[in-house]
Structure formats: C-alpha cells, structure tokens
C-alpha cells in the first residue's frame, strides 16, 4: 500500500522468526512475512490465536529480533542494531500499548505516564508536569495523583496510552489493546486511537474483534505466520490467501 512519493516508517522483507527450545526443539514462527506501512496510516493486524501477531507486533515494536529477514523503521536497519541501540530507538520513536496495560500498581498516574522521562533524566518537577499535558490528551484531566487502582480499567487504559505518547512517538503498537475491557470502552479506547491517527500518528493494532478492526483503514491478516491478506479493511471478503 506505499506509493513511490511517501517513505514507508516501518518495511519488512521477506521476516521469519524461529523460537528455539529446549531439547533442540524448534517453532516456526513467521514465514516470510513483506510489507510496508507509510507514516499517518491505521492498520489492523488479525488473525487466529497462535498465528504469530505477538510475535510480529514485538519485532515491530523492536522488542524482538527477526531470525532472518529485515525490519527498517524509519529507514533505520533495525535488526542490525545492538539492544542498547534497540532500546534507544524504541524509547524515542515507539509508543506501546498491550492488553493489560502493565502499570506500576504502587505508583502514581503521573509516575506511571512519565516513567520513561526517568530513563533521559528528566526531573522530577518536569516529569510531573510532562505527565499533567499527557493525561490532558487522554481526557483525564484531574487524574494525576491518584493509584491505578482507584480507576477503572478503561481510565487505565488511557494511561498506558498517555504513557505511550509522552516521547511524542512516531508510532503507537497496540497488541490487544482493548481485549480486557467491555464493549463501550473499547470504542472509548478506539475513539482515542483515532484521534491520535488524525493527529498524524501511525497506528498499528492487534485484534481479534471485528468492531474493533473497523476502526483502522488497513487489515493484514497473518495465518499459520504468513501473510494472508492486506488491503482495505472494508475490502475484505474473508478469503485469505498467501500474499
Ligand atoms: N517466547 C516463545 N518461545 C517459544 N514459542 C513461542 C514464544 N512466543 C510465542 N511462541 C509460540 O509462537 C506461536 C505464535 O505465538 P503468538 O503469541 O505470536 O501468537 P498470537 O497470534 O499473538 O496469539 P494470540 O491471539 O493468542 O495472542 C504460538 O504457537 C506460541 O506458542
Ligand atoms: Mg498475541
């Protein structure tokens, strides 16, 4: 779906990943899996339990290393990098957002949005007031003080996003990101990615949820860890094929 004019922000080629077990047993994961995304699209990723989206999603989050194949983010080899780089890279340009919205359960709303300032030595005084704007751009405004639990799943979820958002990331990955929370809040939740989209930010999702699919523009399907469609969300007719 790139044209020649726009610089894809994430290509893949021809990526496969193996897990390698103990007993010299082996997975394989990814097979082959090529495409691109370009900057300010909104892409589903589906599939069945199993078919390597977790697996995709943490290589494209830079959390994980292909076995073989590239991955260019930002036209940056990425797979090529050390983990200190990795890090570096995933600290500036990458907001992630997973299902369980992995909060400091002990620590603040604000400690929790600007957690990833600690990492580039930002103070406290700064922190603190960084994490006020990101909260205002999730609408909980006011929430600042408080413990996660003193909030309700989707607020907590709006946290993880303004967690995500606090390096003013190219990209947000979200695997799941509303598979714990009910129907209505997950359109909360989808309405918010939505805005971000319009704000020019790139996103990229898991999901197993139709409706929640809907919302973004561009699906790509994995079965088995191939690639079995990619196109237009409302374009697909349920066939899949190996594309
Ligand atoms: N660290 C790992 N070591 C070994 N095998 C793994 C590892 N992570 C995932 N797998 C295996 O890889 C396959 C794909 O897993 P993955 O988590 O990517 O699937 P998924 O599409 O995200 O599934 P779900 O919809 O259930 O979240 C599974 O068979 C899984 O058991
Ligand atoms: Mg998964």
């Given at each position: 779906?790139s044209?020649?004019k726009?610089?894809p922000v994430i290509?893949i080629e021809?990526?496969c990943?193996t897990?390698?077990?103990?007993?010299?047993?082996?997975q394989s994961?990814l097979?082959?899996?090529?495409?691109?995304?370009n900057?300010?699209?909104?892409?589903?990723?589906?599939g069945?339990?199993?078919?390597?989206?977790?697996?995709l999603m943490n290589?494209?989050?830079c959390?994980?290393r292909?076995?073989?194949g590239?991955y260019?983010?930002?036209g940056?080899?990425v797979s090529?990098?050390n983990?200190?780089?990795l890090?570096?890279?995933?600290g500036?340009?990458?907001?992630?957002?997973f299902?369980?919205?992995n909060?400091?359960m002990?620590?603040?709303?604000a400690?929790?949005?600007?957690?990833p300032l600690?990492?580039?030595?930002?103070?406290?005084?700064?922190?603190y007031?960084?994490a006020i704007?990101?909260?205002?751009?999730?609408?909980?405004?006011?929430?600042q003080?408080?413990?996660p639990?003193?909030i309700?799943g989707?607020?907590q979820?709006?946290v993880?996003?303004?967690?995500a958002?606090?390096?003013n990331?190219k990209?947000?990955f979200a695997?799941?990101p509303t598979?714990?929370?009910?129907?209505i809040?997950?359109d909360?939740?989808m309405?918010?990615?939505?805005?971000?989209n319009k704000?020019g930010?790139?996103i990229?999702?898991?999901?197993h949820e139709?409706?929640?699919?809907?919302?973004a523009?561009?699906?790509?399907?994995?079965?088995?860890?191939?690639?079995?469609?990619?196109?237009?969300?409302?374009?697909?007719?349920g066939?899949?094929?190996e594309?």
């Open positions: 779906m044209d020649s726009t610089k290509e021809d990526v990943k897990y390698y077990m103990a007993g010299g047993m082996s994961v097979k082959h899996v090529s495409f691109s995304v900057p300010g699209e909104f892409v589903a990723i589906m069945h339990s199993g078919s390597g989206k977790s697996t290589i494209l989050g959390l994980d292909p076995t073989s590239v260019k983010l930002d940056t080899a090529e990098k983990d200190a780089e890090a570096h890279i995933r500036r340009e990458i907001g992630f957002v299902q369980n919205f909060l400091l002990k620590r603040t709303i400690d929790n949005v600007s957690l600690i990492y580039q030595g930002v103070n406290e005084k700064d922190r007031e960084r704007q990101m909260l205002h751009k999730v609408q909980l405004d006011g929430y003080d408080r413990l639990t003193q309700s989707g607020m979820q709006r993880a996003i303004a967690r958002l606090i390096n990331p990209i947000i695997d799941e598979g714990n929370l009910d129907s809040t997950s909360e939740i309405n918010l990615f939505t805005d971000l704000q930010i790139t990229v999702l898991v999901t139709d409706d929640v699919a809907d919302y523009k561009r699906m790509i399907k994995i079965g088995d860890g191939k690639k079995v469609y990619d196109g237009l969300r409302s374009a697909y007719t066939e899949d094929k594309c």
